[in-house]
């Protein structure tokens, strides 16, 4: 049986679509920047939490004291990483007008400039997020416990885990070692819960009524 020809057509590489260009590196950047200020947000909100827990048993101020600090820490972080990022654009726009003064600029490549400006409201909105999420993690472990101890206990458990998650994402993204980031970041939670708690104790037995 004769062997059938098959036709091939081979479109040059000049007429081929090109796949859709995505900048993957900025991307992981912003997704290592929200791991960092959830990081932040449930390492801070879990160490006044235990800081209070120190010489209050009452889970009313300790839930108020853990909202108020989230509150404050979102607002803290939005306007931090707003002002950060429009300084930043003012900069990289002041250098996008040099380069044009002094080489010239295609329109399409000056519109390529503006579109990978940085976005300070985009910025401040995702830094207020991330936080928010990593500080309700403590939050919502003590909501519905009536016992301190229990309730304290559970602090620490609730945080340590999201600390592990949080420290393995940022070490996969990082291409760190998976065992030693999260062990970085696990323990300098633990030292930070335990320094807070610590010292508000120690103030609290030196007769400062609270």
Not at 48 to 70: D, R, S, Y
Not at 75 to 104: H, N, P, W
Not at 162 to 188: E, H, N, Q, T, W
Request: proline letters at 3%; hydrophobic letters at 50%.
């Amino acid at each position: 049986m004769a062997a059938q020809n098959h036709l091939q057509i081979t479109i040059p590489k000049e007429n081929q679509v090109p796949e859709e260009e995505f900048d993957y590196s900025q991307r992981a950047q912003w997704i290592r920047a929200a791991v960092l200020g959830a990081n932040d947000g449930l390492v801070s909100i879990a160490s006044l939490m235990m800081g209070v827990g120190a010489v209050q048993e009452n889970v009313k101020t300790m839930m108020l004291t853990g909202f108020a600090g989230l509150f404050a820490g979102a607002c803290s972080m939005a306007i931090g990483e707003f002002v950060s990022v429009y300084s930043q654009l003012d900069i990289e726009r002041a250098q996008i007008k040099r380069d044009k003064a002094t080489r010239g600029q295609n329109r399409e490549h000056e519109e390529g400039n503006k579109e990978q400006l940085p976005n300070p409201f985009q910025a401040a909105v995702a830094s207020s997020i991330a936080f928010s999420l990593g500080a309700i993690v403590p939050i919502l472990a003590a909501a519905l416990i009536e016992n301190h101890e229990v309730r304290l206990a559970v602090i620490v458990a609730a945080a340590s885990l999201a600390l592990v998650a949080f420290g393995g994402i940022g070490a996969f993204l990082g291409r760190s070692p998976m065992v030693k980031s999260c062990a970085r970041v696990l323990i300098g939670g633990w030292m930070a819960m335990a320094i807070t708690f610590g010292l508000t104790k120690l103030i609290g037995s030196t007769g400062l009524e609270i």
